[in-house]
């Protein structure tokens, strides 16, 4: 049997061949997913009175994109909810990105950019971030358009996962006014824009009202679980990407929009104990590093992700580094080769997990850099 030619050129997500096989007793410093209690205010809007739990209208429930449109300073029609913002990066690629054209993606970035592009038979082309503390770098961008007239969308990641770098509100302008000017989509992803460390990162509705902005309540508002995400843009973006959403899915589950509805009603307390619970999970790694391994670090512009830099000697073969600290010390990091060439000389390690389990991870680690 042969699965469709379209999926010959996906890999299985390299996440995988790290997290696959994880020996018990190992700490999880790989996945990017809260560790805190699902709110309350969503717990309680999962117990509803008696009454049917019916299909709700394809772009979402009318009262959820309401909310959503007031988070983002938008209109009802410029919202569409779908099943996590990857539900509405799949819908936009689906409805835009034309087969042999190219997609401009961040190296180091998102893993799911590159597979995306290729399912809309597109090519990845990568753009580089600035080479310190990896933010948006507008020439860098503008230079790797320029070089690609196929290009049909660029995707942004600010702050990106897997480095926790932001970008200014003047590079994020140049960037949007280069997309306009060649008539390319310009998608951002903004799902981790919430968890900051007191600057948040500018959005593209900030700076121009063309573009698309993608976001969930999986990582602010701590409930990946949910699947609720949004695409927010100008109607005639949207309105395709409704119709591959709803083929694809019919709808997001209505209890989880009940759920969502409740948390971004109540995003000016949730957000801040998720940021509290962040901030408490980044000391306890900061300590835990400049104690055991001597390193001096400063908070990411946001995300939960800390981009640690790997020994020298790591840097030929990350993979088989992380294999031995996952299999032998028991930690689990990501090497940062997963997210691209760009990331070779760093592992991704997650602080989303508890404080404990970061000072004991540290601890372990600790033999590996130092010797
Ligand atoms: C940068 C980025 N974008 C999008 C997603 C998709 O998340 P979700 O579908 O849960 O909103 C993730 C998940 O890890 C992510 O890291």
Not at 36 to 47: C, G, N
Request: with cysteine; net charge neutral.
């Amino acid at each position: 049997m042969q699965p469709a030619a379209r999926l010959s050129l996906l890999k299985p997500s390299p996440i995988r061949a790290i997290t696959d096989g994880t020996p018990p007793g190992a700490i999880p410093l790989g996945l990017g997913e809260p560790t805190w209690d699902l709110p309350e205010v969503a717990r309680k809007a999962l117990l509803r009175e008696p009454g049917p739990c019916a299909y709700v209208p394809h772009a979402g429930l009318t009262e959820l994109r309401r909310a959503v449109g007031a988070f983002h300073n938008a209109h009802l029609d410029e919202v569409l909810i779908t099943t996590g913002s990857q539900g509405a990066l799949f819908a936009l690629f689906q409805a835009w990105v034309n087969p042999g054209t190219k997609v401009l993606v961040p190296d180091p970035g998102f893993v799911a950019y590159p597979a995306l592009a290729r399912m809309a038979g597109a090519e990845p082309v990568t753009y580089r971030l600035s080479a310190d503390r990896f933010r948006l770098n507008a020439e860098e961008l503008i230079r790797a358009l320029d070089a690609t007239p196929e290009a049909s969308a660029v995707i942004l990641n600010l702050p990106s996962n897997p480095t926790g770098g932001g970008g200014d509100p003047t590079a994020l302008k140049r960037v949007a006014d280069a997309c306009t000017a060649r008539g390319v989509l310009l998608i951002s992803d903004e799902v981790y824009r919430d968890l900051h460390f007191g600057v948040r990162a500018p959005s593209l509705r900030d700076v121009t009202d063309r573009g698309v902005v993608t976001s969930s309540v999986s990582k602010g508002w701590g409930a990946p679980g949910l699947r609720v995400g949004w695409a927010v843009g100008d109607p005639a973006w949207l309105v395709p990407a409704r119709t591959v959403h709803g083929y694809a899915v019919t709808g997001t589950a209505t209890p989880a929009q009940w759920a969502a509805l409740a948390l971004i009603e109540h995003s000016d307390t949730v957000l801040a104990e998720a940021r509290a619970a962040v901030q408490l999970r980044w000391q306890a790694l900061a300590e835990a590093l400049r104690e055991e391994l001597g390193h001096a670090v400063t908070p990411p512009d946001g995300t939960f992700y800390h981009f640690m830099s790997l020994p020298p000697a790591a840097h030929a073969d990350p993979l088989a580094f992380c294999l031995k600290l996952r299999d032998e010390a028991k930690v689990v990091l990501i090497p940062g080769l997963a997210f691209g060439e760009g990331g070779r000389g760093h592992a991704r390690l997650s602080f989303a997990a508890t404080p404990e389990q970061l000072r004991e991870g540290v601890r372990r680690l600790a033999p590996y850099w130092n010797n």
